[in-house]
Structure formats: structure tokens, C-alpha cells
């Protein structure tokens, strides 16, 4: 029997993406109480400073939610097909848009023979879908019923919206962290420390130093927290497209195809690696980064689906032949 259900899957990786940016939360609430406090003497101040800085964020946030998705389209040289273009691709999406119970988004190729994909829009209704005209080439229809129902279920999730909001927590941070550095280094610590030497001023000099250790460290941890809720949410996905289809081993069979693939998608770039099936950036690039992956290892992935249909984990021989190119 399966170790395992999509069900149980799918509310264990919400769980965990949720805990992850409540954590992010915490972060955040903890650097502005601890500069408020260093800075002005006491924690009102650093309400006030926190909350202009989500102000500021919240601002980027608006534009990138109404403009992010025309913006990722065109810096990944995708173009808008239908039915007389792509009649396959097409008659997939609509098929697994009718099981997600969404609105049949638009749909768009990219002209590069490395295969992924990636969804984007801030809502069902203002959803898009890209494909490489290399993922229509080297995967059979039940691979690509996979990839569609993982980026639809990113689209029904709400992925776009979720990730945008732990990046604005991670930006607020940053502010806030630099913030403070710079206040540090042009000599408002100094002061600072001076005119506290009074009452309190033992606290204040104290807080101070906690608050430039939680400046250099804070957005640090932010965004390998960030990374880790992407990875969560990836997961999220791949359970969600078995929902879908009730086919584990087409997704399972297009991971390791894609991940497997040596060819290089030049136009996925750090900004939008998150956004792709499997993350476009290969191990072996210099441009790869494993402690900032956005997606979880591809033998993970496998193994999680191999867990609903009662399979082993990946031989040794067959993850080898995944470690290094994924």
C-alpha cells in the first residue's frame, strides 16, 4: 500500500509554508522593535519605523502584482499561442484547468529547446502559462498533464500571490536592516550610545548591539527562509497535480526527464528561477547556487511521489544519474 496520499501531502507542505513565513513575520517584528529600541530609546519608535517600511514595500509589492507577470513574459521572449499554433499544448491545459475548476489562462511558448515551464498572474482569472517548445518536443502527453497540473496548481494555490507576500516581508527586512547599518556607520550609534549613558542607557547599549547582530543576520535568514516556503510550495504543487490527474508516475517521469536535460535555458536568470517547474539554473552552471535553490532537490520530488503509489525510493544508480545536472 502507498505510504502516503496526495491529501496528506498537500496539507503537510501548507502547514509547513505557512510556519516558515510566520517565522518570516517574527523576523521581521524582532529587527524593528530591536532598531526602535536602539535607536530611539523605545519600542513605539520602532513600530513607527517598521511600519513606513512596510509601506515602502507594500508600494513595490502593488506594481510588481499588476505589472510582474507582463514583465517575466517578455524578459522570457514568450509569445501567446492558440489553437491552430500549439493544438496539443492547448487541449491540455484546457483539460486540467476543467479538473482544477479554474479559468483557461493564456497560454504562451518560448522558443528554447531546454524543456520547462512556468506559471505567473496574480489571481485565476489573470493567470498565464509558458511553455518551451523543447518541453512540447521531449515529453510525452502524460508528462506534460504533469507539468500543466503542477503550474495550474500553483495558479489555483495561489502560489504567485504567497510568494510575493513573503518577498515583501524579505524586502522590509532588508530596508530596515540597512537602515539601521547606515544609521550605525555615519555616527548616529555613537551619539546614541552617548545620550543613553544616563538611566536606561545600559539597556539601550545592549539592545544596540543585539539590534546590529539581528541587522547583519536577519536578512540572511529571511531569504533562506524565503527559499525554503519556495520549496515547500513546489512540493505543494506536485501533490496538487496528482489531485489533478491521478498519474504520480507521468510527473515522476517528466521530473527526471527535465532535470536530466543538459541543455541550458538561457533566458530563466536568478529573478526568475522560482517560477519554473524545475529550477532552470543547472548544478553544473557558475550561476547555480544550492544553498539559495528555489526548488527542492529533484530525488525528493521523486520520492514523494513514488511515497503515493507504495514504490521504493530512487536505486542509488538512478539518483546518481540526477545529482549534478538537476
Given at each position: 500500500?502507498?505510504?502516503?496520499?496526495?491529501?496528506?501531502?498537500?496539507a503537510?507542505?501548507?502547514?509547513?509554508?505557512?510556519?516558515l513565513?510566520?517565522?518570516?513575520?517574527?523576523?521581521?517584528?524582532?529587527?524593528?522593535?530591536a532598531?526602535?529600541?536602539?535607536?530611539?530609546?523605545?519600542?513605539?519608535?520602532?513600530?513607527?519605523?517598521?511600519?513606513?517600511a512596510?509601506?515602502?514595500g507594500?508600494?513595490?509589492?502593488?506594481?510588481?502584482y499588476?505589472?510582474?507577470?507582463?514583465?517575466?513574459?517578455?524578459?522570457?521572449?514568450?509569445?501567446?499561442?492558440?489553437?491552430?499554433?500549439?493544438?496539443?499544448?492547448?487541449?491540455?491545459v484546457?483539460?486540467?484547468?476543467?479538473?482544477?475548476?479554474?479559468?483557461?489562462?493564456?497560454?504562451?511558448?518560448?522558443d528554447?529547446?531546454?524543456?520547462?515551464?512556468?506559471?505567473?498572474?496574480?489571481?485565476?482569472?489573470?493567470?498565464?502559462?509558458?511553455?518551451?517548445?523543447?518541453?512540447?518536443?521531449?515529453?510525452?502527453?502524460?508528462?506534460?498533464?504533469?507539468?500543466?497540473?503542477?503550474?495550474?496548481?500553483?495558479?489555483?494555490?495561489?502560489?504567485?500571490?504567497?510568494?510575493?507576500?513573503?518577498?515583501?516581508?524579505?524586502?522590509?527586512?532588508?530596508i530596515?536592516?540597512?537602515?539601521?547599518?547606515?544609521?550605525?556607520?555615519?555616527?548616529g550609534?555613537?551619539?546614541?550610545?552617548?545620550?543613553?549613558?544616563?538611566?536606561?542607557?545600559?539597556?539601550?547599549?545592549?539592545?544596540?548591539?543585539?539590534?546590529?547582530?539581528?541587522?547583519?543576520?536577519?536578512?540572511?535568514?529571511?531569504?533562506?527562509?524565503?527559499?525554503?516556503?519556495?520549496?515547500q510550495?513546489?512540493?505543494?504543487?506536485?501533490?496538487s497535480?496528482?489531485?489533478?490527474?491521478?498519474?504520480?508516475?507521468?510527473?515522476?517521469?517528466?521530473?527526471?526527464?527535465?532535470?536530466?536535460?543538459?541543455?541550458?535555458?538561457?533566458?530563466?536568470?536568478?529573478?526568475?528561477q522560482?517560477?519554473?517547474?524545475?529550477?532552470?539554473?543547472?548544478?553544473?552552471?557558475?550561476?547555480?547556487?544550492?544553498?539559495?535553490?528555489?526548488?527542492?532537490?529533484?530525488?525528493?520530488?521523486?520520492?514523494?511521489?513514488?511515497?503515493?503509489?507504495?514504490?521504493?525510493?530512487?536505486?542509488?544508480?538512478?539518483?546518481?544519474?540526477?545529482?549534478?545536472?538537476?
Amino acid at each position: 500500500m502507498a505510504g502516503s496520499t496526495f491529501y496528506h501531502q498537500i496539507a503537510v507542505n501548507r502547514r509547513n509554508s505557512f510556519l516558515l513565513a510566520a517565522f518570516v513575520v517574527f523576523v521581521l517584528a524582532l529587527l524593528g522593535f530591536a532598531i526602535g529600541f536602539a535607536v530611539f530609546g523605545g519600542p513605539e519608535a520602532g513600530l513607527a519605523t517598521t511600519a513606513g517600511a512596510i509601506g515602502l514595500g507594500t508600494l513595490v509589492g502593488i506594481g510588481t502584482y499588476f505589472g510582474g507577470d507582463s514583465l517575466v513574459l517578455s524578459v522570457s521572449g514568450a509569445h501567446q499561442v492558440d489553437e491552430s499554433t500549439a493544438p496539443q499544448l492547448l487541449n491540455v491545459v484546457r483539460e486540467m484547468s476543467i479538473a482544477a475548476n479554474l479559468p483557461m489562462p493564456k497560454v504562451y511558448l518560448i522558443d528554447d529547446t531546454a524543456p520547462n515551464a512556468f506559471a505567473t498572474g496574480r489571481d485565476p482569472d489573470h493567470a498565464s502559462i509558458a511553455v518551451t517548445t523543447g518541453l512540447l518536443q521531449k515529453l510525452d502527453r502524460e508528462e506534460l498533464q504533469g507539468v500543466i497540473g503542477h503550474e495550474l496548481s500553483h495558479v489555483r494555490n495561489l502560489d504567485i500571490r504567497f510568494a510575493l507576500m513573503v518577498a515583501v516581508m524579505v524586502g522590509v527586512i532588508a530596508i530596515l536592516a540597512d537602515f539601521f547599518l547606515r544609521f550605525t556607520f555615519w555616527g548616529g550609534g555613537r551619539s546614541r550610545s552617548r545620550s543613553g549613558s544616563g538611566s536606561g542607557g545600559g539597556a539601550q547599549i545592549v539592545i544596540f548591539v543585539i539590534a546590529i547582530a539581528l541587522a547583519i543576520l536577519a536578512p540572511i535568514i529571511s531569504r533562506l527562509i524565503q527559499m525554503a516556503v519556495s520549496r515547500q510550495r513546489e512540493y505543494l504543487a506536485d501533490a496538487s497535480s496528482v489531485e489533478l490527474t491521478r498519474n504520480p508516475h507521468g510527473l515522476e517521469r517528466a521530473l527526471a526527464k527535465i532535470s536530466g536535460d543538459k541543455e541550458v535555458l538561457e533566458v530563466a536568470n536568478r529573478g526568475t528561477q522560482h517560477l519554473y517547474f524545475t529550477n532552470p539554473i543547472k548544478k553544473f552552471e557558475q550561476r547555480s547556487s544550492s544553498l539559495m535553490s528555489t526548488h527542492p532537490a529533484i530525488i525528493d520530488r521523486i520520492n514523494r511521489l513514488r511515497e503515493l503509489t507504495g514504490d521504493p525510493p530512487l536505486s542509488p544508480s538512478d539518483a546518481a544519474s540526477l545529482v549534478g545536472l538537476e
